[in-house]
């Protein structure tokens, strides 16, 4: 079964490094997002991208992040200058289509740890 | 604003029973989607049922079936002949038309005992 596959699975870095975690969405899928857990907490929507431009995005989606598809195949997350409270699980999703009930596939997450 | 809420942190059910797991939802709409997702230790979430809200036939996939009750805002998932793999977290999630973001409610840990 086509899966989403993300790296690293876990990646540690010092506050205000930049951090990049990577994604490959399901080949023939047209929608990629990102979302988040922060441990112990929900799970809440970070941004949906589509055409090669962001769609929707959330609050927390501020300046420090963006996110690209640099080659066609990898959806990319990047933090620019983490801080404490961006270590979390992020998980990225892709889904064929928007409308309906569109079901989302999802990864098995990156850990992102900030000291 | 919308809000998914799921009362029971944690739930456990003896293998073979059946187990209904807690969902409610706040929404002004009147069409949207909802969702569980089941998210097992190796933490890829999984896709269990899903229900489109103008259908009053509640969703059911094999062992999994929902009880939606959309006066209620209620969005119960009813887990029969429970099995061991069931064990996981269980997110509820619920999705405006017109829109990317699903909202996720806090989880339910199913527990399942031999």
Excluded at chain 1, 21 to 44: A, D, M, T
Excluded at chain 1, 46 to 66: A, C, H, P, R, T
Aim: glycine content about 4%; overall charge negative.
């Amino acid at each position: 079964e086509p899966e989403v596959t993300q790296t690293p699975s876990h990646q540690v870095t010092q506050m205000g490094q930049e951090v990049i975690l990577r994604c490959v969405p399901i080949s023939n899928h047209l929608y990629f997002y990102w979302y988040r857990q922060i441990l112990g907490q929900k799970v809440e929507f970070l941004v949906s991208f589509y055409n090669n431009e962001i769609s929707e995005k959330s609050e927390i989606f501020d300046d420090q992040f963006s996110v690209e598809r640099p080659d066609g195949s990898n959806f990319t997350l990047k933090i620019r200058s983490t801080k404490l409270e961006d270590s979390a699980m992020y998980f990225c999703a892709s889904s064929a289509s928007r409308s309906g009930a569109n079901v989302l596939t999802f990864g098995a997450g990156s850990r992102l740890t900030v000291l | 604003a919308q809000t998914v809420t799921q009362s029971q942190p944690e739930m456990s059910v003896q293998e073979a029973e059946t187990v209904t797991l807690s969902c409610t939802y706040d929404t002004s709409e009147s069409d949207y989607y909802l969702f569980w997702y089941k998210q097992p230790p190796s933490r890829q979430m999984i896709l269990v049922i899903r229900q489109e809200a103008y259908k009053q036939q509640n969703a059911t996939e094999n062992r999994f079936s929902v009880n939606f009750q959309k006066a209620a805002k209620s969005f119960s998932l009813k887990i029969s002949d429970s099995q061991l793999g069931d064990a996981a977290m269980y997110f509820c999630a619920y999705r405006e038309i017109n829109t990317d973001k699903l909202i996720f409610g806090t989880g339910t840990r199913l527990q399942v005992f031999p």
